[in-house]
């Protein structure tokens, strides 16, 4: 003889609620069952082109076994009333558009109609939101691990990558032309530059690397050092006039490589690190103000 269970049927969307009586249901019931149920209290006889289809929820968890076993599962006495949670069942999201690499996508950002990417060929790309590609750029030697956005002035957008090469590199993209040019390539990391962020002001940005420092570097349109033959051996394209940037500040304390980073105002900046910790700088004196130790990060 089939176990006949109570349930309740309960919602926090009002446009499908129904009386929140007590039900009988057969302990063998499927989401499939509980689906026809549900629409017959809502509309009565509902047609193929009516019906709506529902999740439901039940001691933390979706039902997808019969409701006996997902109880039962759950530790859960068979012999009380359960309240059952139901919600409008939306199809899984599908890609609008696919932008195809030739390798490992590691960093993605997004400005106005653009956005740019990086790649593990070492390139980086532009593509318009309607899935144009617009641009390839070569210059780093080994993979990028990210990339962002940093202002848009006069037809110029400026940007940065940053690469396993151990540097980060400036570079202004005409939007009319099509046309790059390098303006900065940032040196004083003694590994993979991993993250990099923008502070609001567009003015200063900050990278993390393996080499377990926090540095900062001015945005400027200014050349610390002039790179020499050396500098230019460094990168594929020999139109690249490799102009060398140095950090304005550096800042240590992580024992482990840099992950994330992240501006929280003018002058504080938060950075997540493979030990494990959460640590908050002071940007304009320099050092650490708090530090949060996680179990893993």
Known sequence: MTLQLQIKLITKQPDYSVPETVLEVPENVTTKEL???LNSLLKGDVGEDEFEEFDFLLLGELIRTPLSQHIEAKSSSLEQVHEIEYFLKYPAPTPENSLIHDDWVSGVDSMNKWILTG???ATVHIWGTDGEHKLTIP????????VAWLKYENDEYTFISTSHDETAILWQWNERSNAVDCIHVCKGHARSVDCVDVNASTNRFATGSYDQM???WSADNETENAGGDDDKKRFKSDNLKTKVKTPLMTLSGHTD???GVQWIDTNEIATCSLDCTLRIWDAELGGMKHQLSLDYI
């Open 257 to 259: 490589g840099i992950s």
């Open 139 to 146: 210059g780093h030697t080994a993979p990028i691990k990210s």
């Open 214 to 216: 926090l540095k900062i």
């Open 119 to 121: 790649c593990y060929d």
């Open 35 to 37: 689906n026809l149920l």
